[in-house]
């Protein structure tokens, strides 16, 4: 029998983080959720079980990424794989209107978080020599035009410092992997995580039909399938990579979309 692993994900109290917390409880292993939503947290946490436990973490701070793992360590004895999940949409509008604070805030969520979890997550690995790390990044890592300037800027550094992390954390038997998720039906693709982000959804997922080859949106568990798969022996040699989840978005315009000659059978023998 498998031995069960413990899991780290931040901003584990919803969306994809949540996704994420109730697969690895659901393949066996123990999942550490950490967020600042307390209560949503400690309610998932009560659903899920005993493998489960909610811990309060901010990401900007580095003091709460050295409990979280040193919290894993004690009480689990070892830390196997960090999710780095938690961010925000970031700061909208023109960047000449964009206050440097707001810049600096969005920044810390989305990208200095990063850099913290895999700081403090190798550390607790590294005695062990082994270890998983999957950041979640975004197609908007790699392409313009799907989000806020400063959530593009900083999602492709994600990608850039994943690959970058996992030429020197491998040789510690430590693998760092991303995922970048496509249009996926969470709060944060709505910009609020109270419960109006179901009413924003709703009109938000018509806008997403045509845009992509499969006409849908993608869901939470859809990108923890992933997630998980990275986050385990299954991908034992897979490291440094961006695994895209996006549903045909970054493979271009749909066939229903190109133009009529395209799509019809014209013979070229005659």
């Keep these: 029998m498998a031995e069960r692993r413990v899991c780290l994900v931040t901003g584990g109290a919803s969306g994809i983080g949540e996704a994420c917390a109730r697969a690895f409880v659901a393949r066996g292993d123990i999942v550490i959720i950490g ?148 249009n996926i039906e969470t709060p944060i693709h709505t910009g609020v995580t109270d419960e109006r982000w179901k009413a924003r959804m709703a009109k938000i997922r018509d806008l997403h039909v045509d845009e992509q080859a499969m006409p849908r949106m993608g869901q939470p568990q859809e990108i923890a399938s992933a997630v998980c798969w990275l986050a385990s022996d299954e991908s034992s040699y897979v490291n440094g990579h961006a695994l895209v989840v996006d549903g045909g978005l970054l493979a271009g315009r749909p066939w229903r979309q190109q133009p009529a000659f395209l799509r019809e059978f014209h013979p070229t023998r005659k």
């Design 35 to 182: 967020d600042i939503q307390d209560a949503k947290a400690s309610t998932l946490a009560q659903a899920l079980g005993p493998k489960a436990l909610a811990l309060r973490l901010d990401v900007r701070e580095e003091h709460d990424f050295e409990n979280a793992c040193r919290i894993a360590q004690e009480r689990y004895g070892k830390l196997d794989v960090l999710v780095n999940n938690a961010a925000i949409i970031g700061t909208l509008g023109p960047i000449a209107s964009i206050p440097v604070e707001e810049w600096d805030y969005s920044q810390a969520v989305i990208l200095r978080s990063v850099f913290l979890g895999i700081k403090h997550a190798a550390r607790a690995m590294t005695p062990k020599q082994a270890g998983s790390i999957v950041n979640v990044a975004s197609v908007a890592s790699l392409m313009g035009g799907y989000s806020p300037h400063i959530y593009a800027a900083c999602k492709a550094a994600v990608v850039q410092l994943t690959k970058s992390v996992s030429l020197e954390l491998v040789e510690q038997g430590i693998r760092v992997n991303a995922v970048c998720p496509g």
